[in-house]
């Protein structure tokens, strides 16, 4: 089954699908654009709420949920994807879209992350890459620089980052794509098309923590991405690996790679329809089984 939940509502405004929870983050957020972006895309798409599921782990950038009028969930540290999937099998027909920051993306929930993509989960995952811990007050993360001194690494961090992209990339990921959270209009184009791919669509989005991120500035940001060239050819896995690895040192921004696959649950509906399975069917027929 596809998603059914696009082109439902005419003239939608992105203030349509705010929440009546406000916002809790700090005043210059990056986080602030992403939600933006996402309100833009959910507008664009004329998303009926009743049918979008926002699921969220654990940190500042997992609030996001709450300030959205639809379905949420908000779970545990590093688990929102793992919850996400059962939501998406159990209904294909929903729009599920994954947000979280960094630290709950490839710390804690690195593990879960290489089988989303492997699977190719029919979902969208936003991860607000802040480059340090927010919500608990500043430690380093999987991309944080090692020259930034921060709460636990008062003297620099001992290991390099890890690049987002170059590894959504490796894992097989069906759509691919980074964006900064100064340019709203960028994200919403990025995360509309990672919403309406069929597939597992991954977006990283660099967000600047003023409060806590002394080194990655929005003014850092800004001098770090460059858009994809033009003539980028998205089903080119080697140059998009090339280039997620900044050949030049800038990031770029835009989509990196889409290609279209099965889905998991395309995949589990043909083993149901080559079995014959319906919610009728004879349990009998299983029981008989175990007769000696
Ligand atoms: C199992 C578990 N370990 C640790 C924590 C503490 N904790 C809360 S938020 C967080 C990380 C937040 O950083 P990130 O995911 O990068 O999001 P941000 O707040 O920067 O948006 C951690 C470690 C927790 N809630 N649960
Ligand atoms: S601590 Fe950082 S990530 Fe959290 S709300 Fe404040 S600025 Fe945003």
Not at 37 to 54: C, H, N, Q, S, W
Not at 76 to 96: E, I, K, S, W, Y
Not at 170 to 181: E, H, I, L, P, R
Request: net charge negative.
């Amino acid at each position: 089954m596809t998603v059914d939940a696009f082109f439902k509502l005419e003239d939608m405004k992105p203030k349509d699908y705010k929440s009546d929870v406000p916002t809790t983050w700090c005043p210059g957020c990056g986080h602030f654009g992403i939600l933006n972006g996402t309100y833009r895309a959910m507008a664009e798409l004329g998303i009926d709420p009743a049918k979008f599921v926002a699921v969220s782990g654990i940190g500042c950038s997992s609030r996001m949920p709450y300030f959205v009028d639809s379905y949420k969930m908000h779970t545990l540290h590093g688990r929102a994807g793992a919850v996400a999937t059962g939501t998406q099998v159990a209904r294909p027909d929903l729009c599920v879209v994954v947000a979280g920051g960094d630290g709950d993306g490839f710390s804690i929930g690195g593990g879960h992350m290489p089988h989303m993509a492997r699977k190719n989960v029919n979902m969208t995952y936003i991860l607000m890459d802040n480059g340090i811990y927010g919500l608990t007050k500043g430690q380093y993360s999987p991309t944080s620089r090692p020259e930034m001194t921060a709460y636990t690494t008062p003297y620099g961090g001992p290991e390099q980052p890890m690049d987002p992209i170059t590894y959504m990339l490796a894992y097989g990921a069906t759509y691919v794509a980074q964006a900064f959270a100064g340019k709203p209009k960028d994200c919403a184009a990025l995360i509309k098309g990672a919403m309406e791919h069929e597939g597992f669509a991954y977006v990283n989005i660099f967000s600047q923590c003023p409060t806590f991120n002394k080194i990655d500035t929005i003014e850092y940001y800004r001098d770090l991405v460059e858009p994809l060239p033009e003539d980028h050819d998205v089903t080119d896995m080697d140059e998009a690996m090339r280039l997620a690895r900044r050949p030049d040192g800038k990031a770029r921004t835009g989509l990196f790679y889409q290609v279209r696959e099965n889905t998991l649950d395309e995949n589990l509906k043909a083993i149901r329809d080559r079995v014959g399975g319906s919610p009728d069917y004879d349990m009998n027929k299983i029981l008989d089984l175990a007769k000696p």
